[in-house]
C-alpha cells in the first residue's frame, strides 16, 4: 500500500494560481477535472491546445479526448479567476507578509 504524505503547496506548485485553482475546487466552484486542466496548464507549462489533443486510450485500441472542450473553457476561466485573484492579493498585502508562493 502506498504511504501518503500531506505536504504543504509550496513543495510542488511553481504558481500561486495553483494554490487558488485548488482553493476554487476544494470549495465547490470547480470540478476536479477543470481544477486539473488548469494545474497542468500553470504548473507544467502545458497549452490549452496540448490539454485538447491529450487523449485516453483504451485498451483495445479506442481513442477519446482527455478533457472535454467544456472542460478546458471551464479550466481557462478558472486560470483567469485565479491570476486575478493573486493579483488581488499581491496589492493588499503589506510588504513582505507574503508568503513564499505569492512571491514568484
Known amino acids: 500500500h502506498?504511504?501518503?504524505e500531506i505536504r504543504p503547496i509550496e513543495d510542488y506548485a511553481k504558481?500561486?494560481?495553483v494554490a487558488e485553482i485548488l482553493?476554487?475546487?476544494a470549495n465547490g466552484k470547480?470540478?476536479?477535472r477543470v481544477a486539473q486542466a488548469a494545474a497542468w496548464h500553470l504548473n507544467n507549462d502545458m497549452s490549452f491546445?496540448?490539454?485538447a489533443a491529450k487523449e485516453i486510450r483504451s485498451a483495445i485500441g479506442l481513442r477519446?479526448?482527455?478533457f472535454s472542450p467544456l472542460e478546458l473553457q471551464a479550466a481557462m476561466q478558472a486560470v483567469m479567476v485565479a491570476n486575478r485573484m493573486v493579483l488581488e492579493r499581491q496589492?493588499?498585502?503589506p510588504a513582505?507578509?507574503?508568503d513564499s508562493l505569492s512571491r514568484n
Request: proline letters at 12%.
Open 91 to 93: 496589492k493588499t498585502e
Open 2 to 4: 502506498m504511504k501518503y
Open 96 to 98: 513582505g507578509k507574503s
Open 30 to 32: 470547480i470540478p476536479q
Open 23 to 25: 482553493k476554487l475546487m
Open 49 to 51: 491546445q496540448e490539454l
Open 15 to 17: 504558481k500561486p494560481e
Open 64 to 66: 477519446r479526448p482527455y
